[in-house]
């Protein structure tokens, strides 16, 4: 078992680790808004514990054990979110702040319990790939819709933004996971892009906006 503090690094490591693998110490502070030697003292800890690869000015990496670790952080996270939307009724824009709270519950079995109730799901309400029990995750091939060309027509699967404003957003627009896009036209100046999505009338929609959507064809 690792505290709540020891847990949200870790996940904070996972989550902006990217393709590299590795975090800088100045990245991870801002990240998590918190001072550098703060941020140093905790990776000692971590270290100590191996759970990340650290040294003085280098970049920080998770150790096999660090990732797992924190992907079943991840699990419960998107689990619980899951969970709200799917069997509670909360609307995907007002799932993080509770998730944040019980992803720290040290009980593998509720969980799992959960995992079951919902059929196993493969992501969360955000599209997020949900880790299993494991601390695996099967990354899903979506790319950006601002890389979509004219003519293209496509799903859209997740969003890289879960934001409260910008899941409200979409919710005015009446977007949702699953809807089909067809992209009509594409702005050369500013990337802009006129849209259908779903049902909905033809719109344009910003870069700004597209680039925070995922979608497969």
């Not at 990340?52 to 660090?66: A, H, M, Q, R």
């Not at 695996?136 to 601002?146: G, K, R």
Request: glycine share 6%; hydrophobic share 40%; net charge negative.
């Amino acid at each position: 078992m690792y505290s709540l503090a020891e847990e949200n690094y870790l996940k904070a490591l996972y989550l902006i680790a990217g393709e590299s693998g590795a975090v800088n110490v100045n990245d991870l502070s801002k990240h998590l808004n918190i001072k550098m030697p703060t941020v140093n003292s905790m990776m000692k800890k971590l270290f100590e514990k191996k759970l990340v690869e650290y040294e003085s000015y280098k970049p920080i990496k998770l150790t096999k054990e660090g990732k797992k670790q924190a992907a079943l952080i991840i699990r419960k996270h998107r689990l619980t979110e899951m969970f709200l939307v799917d069997k509670m009724g909360f609307g995907w824009e007002e799932v993080h702040e509770i998730a944040e709270q019980i992803e720290h519950l040290h009980a593998p079995l509720f969980f799992d319990r959960m995992d079951a109730m919902l059929g196993f799901p493969k992501a969360d309400p955000h599209g997020s790939p949900i880790p299993n029990k494991n601390g695996e995750i099967e990354w899903l091939a979506y790319i950006n819709l601002s890389e979509c060309k004219e003519g293209d027509k496509v799903v859209l699967s997740a969003v890289t933004h879960s934001s409260d404003d910008f899941l409200k957003f979409l919710n005015t627009k009446q977007i949702k996971l699953g809807d089909f896009i067809t992209v009509h036209h594409i702005e050369p100046y500013d990337g802009s892009m006129q849209l259908t999505v779903g049902s909905n009338a033809p719109e344009t929609f910003s870069k700004v906006v597209c680039e925070k959507l995922l979608v497969r064809p």
